[in-house]
């Protein structure tokens, strides 16, 4: 009887775990294979190395309908580790493909699987989290459908003709290189734009004392985008044509989901068949918003609907980048191609006079009394002034305290509709619960463009703890931008509402696009578990430490990270990898250069001066320093000297405070600092071990014309130099220079 009993509770419990099966796996298990592989392109002209998925870049695009279960078997056949994020979507933490966050990453040969339910629906994508592999080929649209019976299924919008769109850019330059030349201020990348803005071209364009103000407050050259592409891409190409777009007739309407996959680049968007009407983003529903024009940041995403006017016409669909020096389209119809007007060229002179005033000379942002936060204002008619036409801005800021800057607002707007945040309306309530607790977070977005650091109130995530919530909070994050350049702040795992003056309506997004000056709050229940990365999406200033881990207390442990303690500490220090730069000069009077090893605060540097003769000398000077502030323009150091110089017996030579110059033979240990001054000057004080004082002053790189560039040194040892260099390519240039103890010389200089 026991055993009959015993064995009936047994079946009962299997027959119970069966059905609870059924019902947890009910939903289509739909699955992909992803073999990821080296590869070699060529967009340019020119192989390059990039990574496939099944053979093809951008990846395969991912289909599935809410309610699925995903299930995506990742097969690493690189030499390298990797990872994949699926970027907007709400998973289990360890599914999020964060590297050391998340999860380890995926080895070399090995196989993982990533597998999710999808509670949600909308445009999205998905790119490897690590290194730079979302530059050279590692994205891909995810398409979440609505269910037939979605009670917010909308008739005209959800069931139109969809193509997905994913935008993307392609360099031929290794993008660790890419990387190491933006912490060295490299402006190669300026020279192939044709955007250096250099003395010779501010006169030109009758801007001379722009230039001189934009130095004096230490800042470098405008620039709106970091990096010189070769080629933009839309779905892998610069210009194309879908089959399903082909077919569309006059009066047909078709759906775009549109993914930025660009590392980082925003793209403008322009249709040529006529307005384009913007029904969601960032995966969520907003209320439809005609407009003719709209700027969509990295990794953001928009569904737009357009139309064909009529038959026999093709119409483009314009992509142009930030920086305007280049384009890439795709053709809606069949036929004649329809094109549309390109974007003016950037006018850099007009852009940096409005900069300049809004820089103080600390390095802070000055808003000029307007009211710049919620993106209400088009920012884009501030910062481009060709935008709005020919109006003053500068004038029109500086009038006083008593303009109506909502006037100002409206007179700024042309008759182009640009989308900015304030359009966007849910079309549903998003409000949070009232009741919750609200813990805020205040974060200031800050940076050296000089040295390509960018950081949260001046800390990297190599510097930062992880930030604690709890669920059942509200949490709201304020962000200040107090940086030169716009970030697009995106977090995992969450959607949140963006405050823009929509009320109970106010959008959801998981990006939000912060311009200069810029204040912007964002709110979200704290409804998950585990760690979740918030970050800039743009990849080289997320690389270099702009962004933090938000950790919800008492998580649940993540089987793929037993010690996450360990394993952050890694992440942290891809946040604060070191680079190197070495320049040399051979010249007919002698052999001089410099090699660098820096990280977000610590620098070690050693320049040499090597003549050709005895009298001419040799020295090298080796410091150790850390840089100090938010715009780390002071920079305390340890140092030492050698040098050696055979000067006529009984000769000496005393410095300019009546010491005795000890550059004829000198070893010696030594303390001082370098600072920054308006203009780009460095200053140095330095004293050495024996007592003796020196001071210089000094600048590199002043940008003369597009590619010439003069130096200049003077010091209290009597010392002086001044040079000229000609940028023949990104590694090599013709200098001539005189040295007071080494003479005049003409040479090859190399840098790295």
Known sequence: MYFLLNNFNKVFAGIILILSGDIIYAQKVVRYELTLADTIVNFTGKSRRAIASN???????????????????????????????????????????????????????????????IIQNGTHWYHSHTGFQEQIGMYGSLVLKKRDDDSRFRKGIDDL?????????????????????????????????????????????????????????????MDVSDVYYDKFLINGFNESSDKTLKNLKAGDKVRLRIANAGASSYFWIKYAGGKITVVASDGLDVEPVEVDRLII?????????????????????????????????????????????????????????MMNDM????????????????????MNTVMYPEVSGDMDMNKKAKEGSDMDHSSMDHEMKSDIVTLNYAMLKAPYKTSLPKNAPIRELQFE?????????????????????????????????????????????????????VINGQGAYAPLKNIIDIMPMETDTIEFEANADGDWFFHCNILYPMMAGMNRALSYENSAPNPYLPNKKRAYNKLQRESNKVHFMVENDF??????????????????????????????????????????????????????????????????????????????????????????????????????????????????????????????????????????????????????????????????????
């Open 55 to 117: 053979g093809q870049i951008p990846m395969p695009t991912l289909t599935f309908t809410e309610g699925d279960t995903a299930e995506i078997v990742v097969h690493n056949k690189l030499k390298e580790n990797t990872s994949i994020h699926w970027h907007g979507l709400f998973l289990p933490n360890k599914e999020d493909g964060v590297p050391y966050l998340t999860q380890k990453p995926i080895k070399p040969g090995e196989t993982f699987i990533y597998r999710f339910a």
């Open 161 to 221: 003709p969809v193509i997905p769109l994913i935008l993307s850019e392609w360099t031929d330059y290794d993008p660790d290189n890419v990387h190491r030349m933006l912490h060295n201020a490299t402006d190669w990348f300026a020279i192939k734009k044709g955007t250096t803005q250099s003395y010779a071209e501010a006169i030109s364009a009758g801007h001379f004392k722009t230039k001189v103000t934009n130095e004096w407050k230490r800042m470098l050259a």
């Open 297 to 353: 940041g990295v990794s953001e995403t928009y569904d737009i609907v357009v139309s064909i006017p009529q038959d026999k016409t093709s119409y483009e669909l314009l992509v142009t980048p930030e920086d305007r020096t280049k384009s890439a389209s795709i053709y809606i119809g069949n036929g004649i191609k329809q094109l549309i007007s390109p974007m003016p060229k950037l006018k850099y002179f007009e852009g940096m006079k």
């Open 359 to 378: 820089m103080r000379l600390n390095g802070d942002m000055d808003d000029m009394g307007m009211n710049m936060s919620l993106q209400q204002m088009d």
């Open 445 to 497: 977005l800050t940076g050296n463009m000089n040295r390509y650091v960018w950081s949260l109130d001046n800390k990297v995530l190599a510097e930062s703890d992880k930030i604690m919530i709890k669920q059942g909070e509200v949490v709201r994050i304020i962000m200040f931008n107090n940086s030169m350049m716009r970030h697009p702040m995106h977090l995992h795992g969450h959607d949140f509402r």
């Open 587 to 752: 010249a007919t009077n002698g052999n001089d250069g410099m090699i660098m090893f820096q990280n977000t605060r610590w620098a070690l540097g050693t320049e040499w001066r090597l003549g050709h003769h005895d009298d001419h000398g040799y020295e090298t000077e080796t410091h150790l320093g850390r840089y100090i502030g938010r715009n780390q323009w002071f920079m305390p150091f340890i140092g030492f000297d050698w040098r050696y110089r055979k000067l006529e017996e009984g000769e000496t030579e005393t410095t300019l405070f009546g010491q005795t110059n000890t550059k004829d033979n000198r070893a010696m240990i030594s303390a001082g600092f370098e600072y920054t001054l308006p203009m780009l000057l460095i200053f140095q004080a330095e004293v050495y071990q024996d007592g003796n004082v020196r001071i210089q002053l000094m600048r590199e790189d002043i940008p003369v014309s597009k590619r010439f560039r003069a130096s200049f040194m003077i010091n209290s040892d009597k010392e002086y130099m001044g040079g000229l260099k000609y940028i023949v390519g990104r590694n090599f240039g013709f200098r001539a220079h005189y040295d007071s103890d080494m003479g005049f010389g003409i040479g090859l200089t190399v840098n790295y």
